[in-house]
Nanobody, 115 residues
């Protein structure tokens, strides 16, 4: 089982980034997928979730209207489009896949929003 995030980096406030999470080793289409983030000195928190069919999504209030979670089950890949980024979005972003007792994590990708 492997989840590999990519797409992080340094961006100025108001800018955009698109994160990707490539999965392998499990039946991707059956899993609920989520993005989490963890800023220095804080706990890891949920950012967004997408159900297995891709038709239902949920977001934490602080990113609603700015971030969009999506998935391509044919490519075993999940995405997080992040627009209007702010310094408070700076964190390591992790992808997560869950189904019953199975709970898989990626290694994380750093997103830094700074001028």
């Amino acid at each position: 089982v492997q989840l590999v995030e990519s797409g992080g980096g340094l961006v100025q406030p108001g800018g955009s980034l698109k994160l990707s999470c490539a999965a392998s080793g499990f039946t991707f289409s059956r899993f609920v997928l989520s993005w989490y983030r963890q800023a220095p000195g804080t706990e890891r928190t949920l950012v967004a979730t997408i159900r297995s069919s891709g038709g239902s999504t949920n977001y934490v209030d602080s990113v609603k209207g700015r971030f969009t979670i999506s998935r391509d089950n044919a490519k075993n890949t999940m995405y997080l489009q992040m627009n209007s980024l702010q310094p408070e979005d700076t964190a390591v972003y992790y992808c997560n896949a869950k189904l019953w007792v199975a709970d898989y994590w990626g290694q994380g990708t750093q997103v830094t929003v700074s001028s």
